[in-house]
């Protein structure tokens, strides 16, 4: 009673709050609630003293919690006589969240035709929150539930993340830089892939330790492959590459340090990158083959096509003749759609002439040779006179010495001869 008659001037401001000609001046766009709840926010110790004296039955805030508690032993106040502080001080917020910490990963309703509901690491962390609302952060890190504290402490590092533009590549960014904190977004259910694959390992390691099943993580609930790609060829891949990768992506990213404006030159520059790298290109190329559930056969027959398109391009003979070597790549990159010339088209006689001519000199007599071959198939002659129409345009020219009157009939009497 005495607390309350020295205190009670001060709750005068709360209680005018439902006086709308008073509200509208301090709160003009305000209901009563929510002026009162903002008057409350803004008073901690005011509203710690309205708690203690039994005026309010809630504390809005941490800063209310620690106030009362100060309040209480300033005041040698028992209690006792505070009708709320039992059930607002006297839990034992680790018993409660310990009965959560069991339900992670449990199945907690399936009707048929609906998709199964688990109990999940984002349930969990709302479930905490709420309890935290209701006791006071400093009550719960006090009570000492371990996984409570872990993801509070790592609900704080989100604050960064979550204050850049989302349609801008600062978010990127920040989560290729900070593996840990893209761990614990994607541990609670923010974020369903990973920027870079450490903050995989990150996140493993957790789930170990607090024995966090697979099905507890939303993305993994989603989709259970996830899960598993952690532990393929695939993600060692990517985890080897990491570095490479995030340059090259970079270049495109503006809130990067390597971005590059011109497009023109953004294009040279991942060109000569990858000119530069060319066990990086091989590593990508393996993952595509992997993405595409292709065999460790064809995933390196595929890296070795990657090495002719890269010298001679993708439409070039070289490459069209590689697959007809390789049909059972062929076949695959096909249903896959990597690919969509079948070669139903291709003539292979004159490609496989066209790789042979590239690597001839142009004056040489072999390549003439080829040459008039190429055409011989190109006009459908047949097989079995090719060899002499390319005899009949590859015969010597008339000698830098033939007498002048005396008449030269090589090609008259090889026409003769090849009827």
Known sequence: TRLRERWKNGFKPYEDLTDPLIRVKEFPTLNRQTAQKRW?????LLEAQMFVTNRLGTLSSDEARAEVLR?????????????RYEKIFGVDTAEELSAFQER???????????????????????????????????????????FSIFALGEQDTWAVYEDYDPETGARLLFRQQNPDVEASLYL???IRDFKNPESAKILLGWMDKYNIPPQAVLAFNENPDRYDELFTQKFELEQKNFDLTTQYDNFG???????IADSDERRLAREKFKEDNPEWVADNRRIEAIDNDASD???????????????????????????????????WALNNKLLTEDGSDW?????????????????????????????????????????????YYTIPAKPDDWLENVSYYEEEWFLRDNP
């Open 297 to 331: 056969v064809i995933i390196e027959k595929w890296v070795d096509r990657g090495v002719t398109i890269d010298e001679f391009g993708s439409s070039s003979s070289q490459a069209k003749v590689w697959l007809i070597d390789n049909p059972d790549v062929h076949t």
């Open 40 to 44: 409350r926010e803004d008073n901690p």
């Open 104 to 146: 992670i990963g449990s199945l907690e309703k399936l009707t048929i035709g609906e998709e199964a509901k688990y109990f999940t690491t984002g349930t969990f962390l709302t479930e905490l929150n709420a309890i935290v609302k209701q006791n006071g952060r400093s009550k719960v890190e006090r009570d000492g539930h371990e």
């Open 71 to 83: 309040l209480i032993d300033k005041n040698n106040i028992d209690t006792e006589v505070i009708n």
């Open 188 to 190: 609670f259910g923010k």
């Open 347 to 391: 003539n292979e006689d004159i490609l496989r002439i066209n790789v042979e001519l590239d690597k001839l000199s142009p004056e040489s007599n072999e390549f003439r040779k080829l040459n008039y071959r190429k055409d011989a198939f190109s006009i459908n002659i047949p097989e079995d006179i090719i060899d002499s129409y390319v005899d």
């Open 253 to 259: 990213n503006t809130e990067a340090s390597n971005y």
